[in-house]
């Protein structure tokens, strides 16, 4: 059971509808990868729960810590930032090593230079 | 219904939805078909470990799943990034 049970309703149920709507844009994400056909549409789906999923939880988390603990607690802020810079760093980076990769095995899936 | 009660329930049906979404992206990882597909699923099994552990830290209560989804984050971003290095040159450090 939780621990901070002195919380107030009203807030536990935005926390609950934060991360709810978050976790269904992850798994909306993660479904998108497994039923999209072509790696060039797969590399879109995940962003979503990397990018809102993630930002929902996230605002979750900030709201239920710093109404927990009685004072602006934006340590969580910190994993929004991270991922923020580094999701378009990586997939940028894996989409060009497809890229390259498939026009050096001279597959047709490629996109044009 | 008391708040802990709907946090309790709330958030752990929100873990079970991360939890199918891991499962996909394990699916697309053990799948293929080629290399890439495997380093964005694990990319996705890295997000979704990490947005996983961040609903347990609220729903038990505990501040130090923080911690654990902070270097979680890290880990994957580095991990990917190394990979995709591999895939692109055939070595990370040239």
Redesign the interface.
């Known amino acids: 059971m939780t621990v901070a049970s002195d919380l107030p309703l009203w807030a536990a149920w935005v926390i609950v509808a934060a991360t709810l709507s978050g976790s269904l844009l992850a798994l909306t994400g993660s479904i998108g990868l497994v039923v999209l056909k072509r790696f060039y549409e797969r590399v879109h789906a995940p962003t979503l729960g990397a990018t809102l999923g993630m930002a929902l939880i996230v605002i979750a988390s900030l709201t239920f810590w710093s109404l927990s603990e009685g004072r602006l607690a934006l340590k969580d802020l910190l994993i929004g930032v991270f991922l923020t810079v580094t999701t378009p760093v990586t997939l940028i980076l894996l989409a060009r090593a497809a890229v390259y990769r498939d026009r050096v095995e001279g597959e047709n899936d490629a996109p044009p230079e | ?4 009660d ?3 329930w ?2 752990g ?3 079970i ?2 939890l ?3 499962l ?2 394990a ?2 990882m053990v799948r293929g078909p ?4 495997r ?3 694990l ?2 099994l890295y ?2 470990a ?2 996983l552990i ?2 347990q ?7 130090l799943y ?1 911690e654990a ?2 270097i979680i ?2 880990l994957g ?1 580095t991990a ?2 190394a ?3 591999f ?2 040159r055939g070595e990370v450090i040239e």
């Open positions: 219904m008391s708040a802990s709907v946090l309790f709330g958030l049906v929100a873990q939805l991360l199918l979404a891991m996909m992206a699916g697309r080629r290399a890439q597909d380093v964005l699923g990319d996705t997000l979704n990490m947005l961040l609903v830290g609220m729903r038990s209560g505990v501040g923080f989804a902070l984050g890290m971003f990917t990034v990979l995709a290095k895939l692109m």
